[in-house]
């Protein structure tokens, strides 16, 4: 069955980076669009980036361009999400995100804190 785990989220100080990491198996990773989705808390999950089969990004949301970069890494199944000058308001849980024959898979979230 298809799994999504996320891994990577610490507490940072404003400024600080962290790169996140989702590791996808039992479907042909390869193939398939993988995006970020975060949620603050008390909000609704905010869609922040995917990455195409090719490995382009299609898409970022305004306050995390030029900051974040998604890449992957089809040999190991592997999306990343880099994440640089981390601002207060990057504070979330991160997911990624998956469709799969018409379904939405979700990993658990890795929780990602901007603090001083």
């Known amino acids: 069955q298809v799994q999504l785990v996320e891994s990577g989220g610490d507490l940072v100080e404003p400024g600080g980076s962290l790169r996140l990491s989702c590791t996808a198996s039992g479907f042909t990773f390869k193939n398939y669009q993988v995006s970020w989705v975060r949620q603050a808390p008390g909000k609704e999950r905010e869609f922040v980036v995917s990455?195409?089969?090719?490995?382009?990004?299609?898409y970022y949301i305004a306050s995390v361009k030029g900051r974040f970069t998604a890449s992957r890494d089809d040999a190991k199944s592997t999306a990343y999400l880099q994440m640089n000058n981390l601002e207060p308001e990057d504070t979330a849980v991160y997911y990624c995100n998956v469709v799969v024959s018409g379904l939405s898979y979700w990993g658990q979230g890795t929780r990602v804190t901007v603090s001083s």
């Open positions: 990455v195409n089969w090719k490995g382009d990004n299609d």
